[in-house]
């Protein structure tokens, strides 16, 4: 790390010739292999973007024009030239720096991201705003191939070419999204890859012509139709058809072309795009091998790339295995994934069913409304999508799956805070933005068990329904295993003049708090399971005689499990002394360990019971 520790950044990198640039790209990676082999990370995406980095703050003014990331994941380098070399060692730790791009965090960072295909929009509105205000600077935004799979971008593009203003989009193609990329659009980028189809097509023609009769005419007018038939097999049309120049494909690792592309692109009028050809996880060889692997990582050994903690038992491979299992004994059962097939897991489906899976590409709203037509049609579609990206197909769950009463299960994942990801990744919203969506069922498992009968049932039911479940490690109660029915609460203790009402996986920290307090308290337990349709009968018959009623939850306080107890209290007339909401409060939530930032919001074992303890001895 000497030379890049003795660099003035990011402004020394102008200066540099390539032999330097390539040593300071040698460094970078090498710090970037260090950190994520300690905190994890998104190792791949950010090792494939190193040179691609450089060579925009030699080319740009990072502080006076706004460099716009797609996703951010893929920033760590840019973060190490700009400002944050000294803090990078705390990348995604708690009170360290973010995974993502954020302009809270720094002034290099010109929007915060986290969410895909969001940076030729915002790139967009960046350069609309100088020119109404008045101020003249370079515009970039750098999208994935990825993130281009969603509608969003073409929305952006479209806009983009409409409005014809100098502005430049670097496509970073690595042929992957999380997964290996796919789609229409992704197989259209890759001919781009595969340029040695065109020339053998335009040699195979021109020996055909040589040899043929009145060859030279032929040969002639074949040369005519050649930029037409180039066209076709370079992908700049469709982008020159949006209305942007297209430079490229290049090669996203050789600093000399990548300089000479951006100088290119920086004189043109209107909007260019740069198409870099790039390889993810490039510079460390496990991840260059398994790019779907190492795509975002927990701590890994760094000579084998072998993960350091290994996790218990997820409430995802729970899922997976469990709708494999159901999908075995019902063939209407597809599944669907935008782009997030090992995240949501779903391999196992995929290889035993491929003909019943769908990786839609990052499309969730498309992945909602194409769920609706399987459904309409006789198939039991199982959507399953982060709680955070879900909240991109809200309209699609209300307008084409709630209102025509349709079966898609909705297997939201990471509910709840997710931990290193941040606030742009905490699964915060989904009981709410679902609560008050008719027709939807809501179910909050708190284990394995429940998980796996909340899914059978779902199958029975023909209705919309949600099932949201955290991401991390299933936990162990030792409980007897009460049946699932639907609309039916788990009762776990009824009596006391205390009661606790837990909703879903909250229920580890609920139930170590319920058993520190059952001793000196008397404190009655209840485990919601189903928030839609919510058992009002049974919840008044509990509550009517409780002096403090208490709701926990891993979701937003606003518009949660607390406010539908509470107004159902309040319209029965049943008023406890004092009723608490327990929850994520109504702000954002930083990254941090789930235990660290669960501490941090009061919604750890030791604070529920202390809050509980506390309001209680106000009471008596
Ligand atoms: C709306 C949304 N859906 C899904 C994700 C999860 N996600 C993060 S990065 C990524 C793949 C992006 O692929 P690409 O843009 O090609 O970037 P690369 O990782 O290849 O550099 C996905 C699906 C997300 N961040 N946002
Ligand atoms: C950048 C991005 O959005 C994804 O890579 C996300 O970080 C995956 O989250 P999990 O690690 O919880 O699957
Ligand atoms: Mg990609």
Sequence with gaps: MEFLKQLKLPDDIKNLNYDELKKLAAETRQLIIEVCAKNGGHIAPSLGVVEL????????????????????????AYKILTDRLERFHTLRQFKGISGFNKPSESPY?????????????????????????????????????????????FEGLNNLGHLDKDMI?????????????????????????????????RKDVQNILEHAPLGDKLLKMAKKFEEGLKGLFTPGILFEELGLKYIGPIDGHDLKELD???????????????????????????????????????????????????????????FGDALLELAKQHDNIVAITAAMKPGTGLNKFAETFPERFFDVGIAEQHAVTFAAGLAISGCKPYVAIYSTFLQRAYDQ?????????????????????????????HGSFDISYLRTVPNIHIMLPKDEFELIEMLKLSYELDAPVAIRY????????DLPKIPVTLYEPEVINDSGEILIISAGHIFDEVFEAYNNLKNKFSVALL??????????????????????IITVEENSVNGGVGDEILSILAENNVYPEKFIKLGIPDRFIEHGSVKELRKLIRLDAKSIEEKIISEWEKID
Excluded at 54 to 76: A, C, E, M, T
Excluded at 115 to 139: Q, Y
Excluded at 182 to 192: M, P, Q, T, W
Aim: charged fraction near 25%; glycine fraction near 10%; hydrophobic fraction near 40%.
């Design 53 to 76: 980095t450089l060579s925009l703050l030699k080319n740009f003014d990072p502080l006076h024009d706004r460099i716009i990331w797609d996703v951010g994941h893929q920033s760590y």
């Design 109 to 153: 960072d010109a929007f915060g991201v986290g969410h895909t295909s969001t940076s030729v929009s915002a790139a967009l509105g960046i350069r609309m705003a100088d020119e109404i205000i008045g101020k003249k600077r370079k515009i970039v935004a750098i999208i994935g191939d990825g993130a281009l799979t969603a509608g969003l971008a």
């Design 169 to 201: 989009v670097i496509l970073n193609d690595n042929e992957m999204s999380i997964s290996k990329n796919v789609g229409a659009i992704s197989s259209y980028l890759s001919r781009a890859m595969t340029g040695e189809f065109y020339t053998h097509l």
């Design 260 to 318: 000479k592309a951006i100088h290119n692109a920086k004189i043109q009028d209107g909007p260019t795009l740069i198409h870099v050809i790039t390889k993810k996880g490039k510079g460390f060889k496990p991840a260059e091998e398994n790019p779907e692997k190492f795509h975002g990582v927990s701590s890994f050994d760094i000579e084998t790339g072998k993960p350091i903690k290994f996790k218990g038992k997820t409430f995802t491979e729970v």
């Design 397 to 425: 769950i209300i307008h084409d799956v709630a209102l025509q009463n349709l079966p898609v299960i909705f297997c939201i994942d990471r509910a709840g805070l997710v931990g290193a990801d941040g606030p742009t990744h």
């Design 470 to 477: 955290p991401r991390g490690d299933i936990k162990v109660y």
């Design 527 to 548: 485990n919601l399971r189903f928030l839609k349709p919510l058992n009002i009968e049974k919840i008044l018959e509990i509550a009517k005689n409780k002096k403090m």
